[in-house]
């Protein structure tokens, strides 16, 4: 069996989705169990008006829930009883638990577990991996970190290139992951120090399956599996995309509604706008992994819907059935005694 | 009279593009004069071709050129008669010379301006500021560093706080420009421990209207008139915002061409589509000033036409006007008085 904590408020539209995406992955997969966390009161009521039939569900009481505009290590500190906060504790002291699934607020999520789950032995500093789609016919690409670790040192780098490669590997089938470090210019010689050393250091990686260096307007083109960055430039970066293709569609909209005759075209591109909407939506593609956690931890945009949220349970099951962290620890640990300053 | 020195090769469309647009700005201002560099009989054979009559214009002859994939640092050195490296050297020389304007290499001329002309006194390093279009009306905003100065210490990140600001007031007329620092949340502990501390530098700051942290999903809003980063940030955010709307008007021609529907549709809309990808152009919104150097010098887009390119020389000549040397001069000597450590 494995065993997944799903905390079950901090979303949009927490608990409903949260439990429908639940049922809809315990149907999917037969030896998954989930532990739903949260209102006991409420979660029951969501799932009276749910149609199935599962003895893998169990429920833990939680009053509280952290709230997206709260102060992350505050919340982390303070609510203790907080859905989030119960899931990490139950998580940290059941060895029989495999991860938490999360569609709460990012910071929490990455200050609980860096404070109360601890990292894969050997792993520096954990990085928070979403997936961002490309223009690329069903092919999506990794950026790590994005936004978990905002100072980076030369060895943190060099492991997220590992831990993401691992990743794409085991969760998405990709064989030899294409990895690119994001940079100022494509020439081995670009970037400030922090780039310089760590592309020496993949280039001298044979586990690594380094291409060089990438420019930030190439993220989309989709000719590499995994982008690795420090957390201040890739949530920079993932930002952007998102932020650029709101208001384009925002523009779009404005400049149609605007004509008569843009309104008369727009009738006839209508569901291409939607599917181009969608496609760009990143929420499409799984949550965002917390790589380098000794336990298994997926965060889901906070506007998942029933299929986002059943596809983050589907990562951390592939993450535990995959083998990701004890592999993760090997690699790392061999590292170290490799080489004394990895 | 202002003197401009124009860097006539480098472009994509060059010696055409440049000369054209310097003909427009002498059309323009009647105590602007240019020095047009580079092989001397392609830019007399380029102004004959054109309609003009001004005694304006002189010539230097440069029979090389710098190109765009040419290792900067190794050009400067190496190619000391290219068009930019002539260009430079009038420009140092020659004091009557305000300014030079160049669509060249920008790792090139970051790199001739760097070593050749150097600092405005009191400035730590110099800042590239490109601008770009925001979704409120008639809007732009400046983004200092783009990519000039890679590794930031805090008192740079403060002072392209006080260039920038100074250059949206001379340049485009914004009263007390709104400045925003980057970063990964808009809390003020946000961040890393760079931007923390220039967060608490810029607070303090009378001479800057600072409105505090900004996340890159808002740059487009248009909500404030410049943004203040490291230029390895800085470079990924720009990169990212014209990545993405390349990529994305290239999606909608593929889904659009996939269907007669489709195609049908985007005849009502094609001045629309066509009017919004010049609107996302960042060319059409001048070139990036090098803030700091202490003569101006501006690079327009590789692929600048004939508009663009005069309007790189108006933001010369506006900065030359402006005074905005000798004010960023006055003010950052001052603080250096006042504060040891800035």
Redesign the interface.
Known sequence: MVKIVIDCFGGDNSPGVNIEGSIDALGKYKDLEVVLVGDEQKIKDELAKQNYSSDRISIVHAPDVIGCNE?PTEAVRKKKDSSLMTGIRLLREDDSLAGLVSIGST?AIVAATTLRIGRVPGVARPTLCPMLPT?KKGKIVGVCDS?AT??CTPVQLYQFAIMGSLYMEKVFGVKSPKVAL?N??V?E?K???L?KEVYQMLKNEPRVNFVGNM???????GDVDLVV?D???G???C??????????F???KR??MSSL??K??????KK?FA??RA??DYQNYGGSVLLGASKVVVKGHGSSNRTSFAKCIEQAYMMETGNLNPELSKILSEKKEDNGDV
């Open positions: 102060k910071g223009m936004g905002v100072d994001l100022v210019g020439e010689e970037g400030d120090e780039r420019e930030a307007r190439d993220l989309l083109k960055c957390g201040f430039s949530n920079v970066m930002k952007t995309v998102e932020g650029t293709a709101i208001e384009m925002r523009m779009m400049d149609i005759k843009h008369i075209g727009a009738l006839f591109l291409m599917k181009e496609f760009l």
